[in-house]
């Protein structure tokens, strides 16, 4: 098998790996929903659903200790606006839920900029919202069905100002909570508070649990499959790490999630961006659970709930958290939790990944266009192998070299196929040639090719990025094609320039497969051809000075 053929045929198969990696997601997700519909899961630590009947069933509230008697939702339900310079949030005085969350520097499309990525969404089908609240063995207790007090209705952060603090209040039987949200300018991180002050003549005992709910939906872009579901990080009590565990939502459905963690996060994440819960005592040991309830459709639950704490009478006390919502920039994610930067999901391979990140972020800050960063970070990769590459492009001119002479062969032989190939097999022994020698070389550069793929297609910072004149969205498809086209081009150069297969079927379906990859590639992100296209078009520099030094290109 000549490289020509094996390069092909590695894009091939990872083109349509990506889709059955697509078509899978999709039908685990509709299984899983199904599944969930005809049998809940429950488990014994966790409440059952319809154990609240009176009020609603309330099987989305962990719990470790006997659950409470059911108590009536104030009907007077409110909404708690907060702007900042990047959130638009909205927060229910029904138990201090996060319902809304905008991201005000992300439009949803180049064509509609003034409207921002709604992340956190209470609308009906697109549930996905941040909970929080406490829970007590045998005291009140504000979960997340609470009636909360509001000293106002909205909050915005004024000019000179670096942070917004909006208080909620609760009480009952001499227990106030006090939720605080705590916004700062220029953060995607919210402090999340709750002060409790033990009025009552008894102690009071209870935890702190932060959670995250959504319904299951389609995640990532045409034929770009991305991950759409739940994730978390830990240590185990034996001081074990469980680094970036993923959580789908069958998963959950099918085995909830029940361990004890510390040092660690919970998120849900999306093509580009994260919702994540990281406490605020880290030492911690938290448990860490998954819930599947009924509310019209199926809802997913990925929450850690704090150790219990004692107040004495008269003492107060804070549980604190952190809720990021927003974008999945390394940076900002590195710096709140251990971990939490591998939410942008590069696959096993982010060590090559996040080291071609930073070379393209540091292209970037040079040249200040990513499309250029893109260019020059495939013609640093380039060079990096041009010795591995020029091995192969050698041996496919020494293939090419002896076209003529396995012509020749295959006139002489015809149709006795055995003969031929021991007669060609001879030919190379005496000609020093190896058939495979441009093989290994490309094998070794297929893993860094595949790492800039996934940091072209997670990297939040290309998302509608421009390039140049007609491509103003690295990660969208080319409106006109010409990318696509020019890679098609260019394939069919390399075609040209490489040994040709004997086998007249053979060389039909290579002149076949560069207008095939152009089809596909018509859909696939801009960026992502961009590379493609200077890649081969470097590697055809290369070969034909090759083939030109070592006189090829007359054969």
Do not use: C
């Given at each position: 098998m000549d490289s020509q053929r094996l390069i092909l045929i590695i894009a091939f198969s990872f083109v349509m790996l990506l889709m059955w990696q697509a078509w899978n997601e999709d039908q685990a997700a509709f299984l899983a929903q199904q599944q969930a519909a005809v049998s809940p899961t429950t488990q014994?630590?966790?409440?059952?659903?319809?154990?609240?009947?009176?009020?609603?069933?309330?099987?989305?509230?962990p719990t470790t200790q006997a659950q409470p008697a059911a108590r009536p939702v104030a009907a007077g339900e409110q909404q708690v606006r907060v702007v900042t310079d990047v959130l638009d949030v909205v927060i229910s005085t029904r138990g201090g839920v996060i319902q809304r969350a905008d991201l005000l520097a992300y439009p949803v499309s180049l064509e509609h900029p003034d409207q921002p990525v709604r992340l956190l969404n209470d609308a009906s089908g697109t549930i996905n919202i941040a909970q929080s609240g406490l829970r007590a063995a045998d005291g009140p207790a504000p979960d997340h069905y609470a009636a909360y007090a509001a000293a106002a209705h909205e909050y915005r952060l004024g000019q000179g100002e670096e942070r917004i603090e909006v208080p909620l209040t609760w009480e009952q039987d001499g227990v106030k909570v006090t939720?605080?949200?705590?916004?700062?300018?220029?953060?995607?991180?919210?402090?999340?508070?709750?002060?409790?002050?033990?009025?009552?003549?008894?102690?009071?005992?209870?935890?702190?649990?932060?959670?995250?709910?959504?319904?299951?939906?389609?995640?990532?872009?045409a034929l770009v499959y991305t991950y759409t579901g739940g994730v978390y990080a830990g240590t185990q009590a034996d001081g074990e790490r469980r680094a970036y565990e993923k959580v789908k939502f069958e998963d959950m459905a099918k085995v909830p999630l029940d361990a004890?963690?510390?040092?660690?996060?919970?998120?849900?994440?999306?093509?580009?961006?994260?919702?994540a819960w990281v406490p605020g005592d880290k030492a911690e040991l938290n448990r860490f659970y998954t819930l599947t309830s009924q509310n019209g459709n199926t809802l997913y639950t990925l929450?850690?709930?704090?150790?219990?704490?004692?107040?004495?009478?008269?003492?107060?006390?804070?549980?604190?958290?952190?809720?990021?919502?927003?974008?999945?920039?390394?940076?900002?994610?590195?710096?709140?939790?251990?971990?939490?930067?591998?939410?942008?999901?590069?696959?096993?391979?982010?060590?090559?990944?996040?080291?071609?990140?930073?070379?393209?972020?540091l292209f970037h800050d040079w040249v200040g266009n990513w499309g250029w960063a893109i260019v020059l970070v495939t013609v640093l990769i380039k060079l990096v192998f041009y010795k591995l590459s020029e091995s192969s492009y050698r041996s496919m001119a020494n293939m090419r070299k002896l076209q003529p002479k396995l012509q020749a062969l295959k006139e002489r032989y015809g149709d006795n196929k055995q003969k031929f190939s021991e007669e060609m097999m001879k030919l190379y022994r005496t000609e020093k040639i190896n058939p495979l020698g441009g093989c290994l070389p490309i094998l070794v550069q297929i893993p860094v090719f595949i790492a800039l793929y996934w940091v072209l297609v997670e990297s939040?910072?290309?998302?509608?990025?421009?390039?140049?004149?007609?491509?103003?969205?690295?990660?969208?498809?080319?409106?006109?094609?010409?990318?696509?086209?020019?890679?098609?081009?260019?394939?069919?150069?390399?075609?040209?320039?490489?040994?040709?297969?004997?086998?007249?079927?053979?060389?039909?379906?290579?002149?076949?497969?560069?207008?095939?990859?152009?089809?596909?590639?018509?859909?696939?992100?801009?960026?992502?051809?961009?590379?493609?296209?200077?890649?081969?078009?470097?590697?055809?520099?290369?070969?034909?000075?090759?083939?030109?030094?070592?006189?090829?290109?007359?054969?």
């Open positions: 014994a630590d966790v409440p059952a659903a319809k154990v609240e009947a009176a009020s609603g069933a309330r099987d989305d509230v939720k605080t949200f705590t916004f700062t300018r220029g953060s995607y991180k919210v402090d999340v508070a709750h002060e409790v002050h033990n009025g009552a003549a008894k102690p009071w005992n209870g935890s702190q649990y932060r959670q995250l709910q959504r319904n299951a939906d389609a995640g990532g872009m004890q963690l510390s040092n660690g996060w919970v998120a849900m994440i999306q093509h580009y961006f994260v919702s929450g850690m709930m704090s150790p219990t704490r004692t107040v004495e009478p008269g003492v107060s006390t804070t549980f604190a958290s952190s809720l990021y919502i927003g974008p999945k920039i390394q940076s900002n994610l590195e710096a709140l939790a251990e971990g939490l930067d591998l939410t942008v999901d590069y696959g096993m391979l982010h060590f090559i990944a996040k080291p071609i990140f930073w070379l393209l972020s939040v910072e290309l998302r509608q990025a421009p390039f140049i004149l007609w491509i103003n969205d690295l990660t969208a498809m080319d409106p006109y094609f010409v990318l696509p086209i020019l890679m098609g081009i260019s394939m069919w150069l390399q075609h040209k320039l490489n040994p040709q297969p004997m086998d007249e079927m053979q060389r039909k379906v290579f002149m076949i497969l560069p207008p095939v990859f152009t089809v596909f590639f018509a859909f696939f992100p801009s960026g992502l051809v961009l590379y493609w296209v200077v890649n081969n078009v470097l590697s055809i520099a290369q070969q034909w000075v090759i083939n030109k030094r070592m006189g090829a290109m007359d054969v």
